[in-house]
């Protein structure tokens, strides 16, 4: 899969992998590497601010939150908040 496929079945609740692992989806949440950076709750997609702007962890992980953030629904809140749901 590519990156946009492995968003499209996190946010249609489907499991998937981008071809070298590094985006991929249980289907509930959304992780860059190992790190979860999105899940769903209910109606809502919550997103961890793992940005420059936030709590940076690499180039690549800010990338997929920007993705992440692009989703509809989609609500970004700090990574300390995000990391105690």
């Given amino acids: 899969m590519n990156n946009s496929q492995v968003l499209k ?12 692992g590094a985006f991929s ?5 959304l992780y860059s590497y190992r790190l979860r950076i999105a899940t769903h709750t209910g109606n809502e997609i ?8 936030g709590t940076y962890y690499s180039q690549t992980t800010s990338k ?6 692009g989703l509809r629904s989609a609500r970004v809140i700090s990574a300390t908040e995000f990391e105690a749901i």
């Fill in 46 to 53: 919550i997103v961890g601010d793992y940005t420059a702007s």
């Fill in 9 to 20: 079945a996190f946010y249609a609740c489907r499991a998937g992998s981008s071809s070298n």
């Fill in 25 to 29: 989806t249980d289907g509930n949440s």
């Fill in 64 to 69: 997929h939150v920007g993705y992440a953030r």
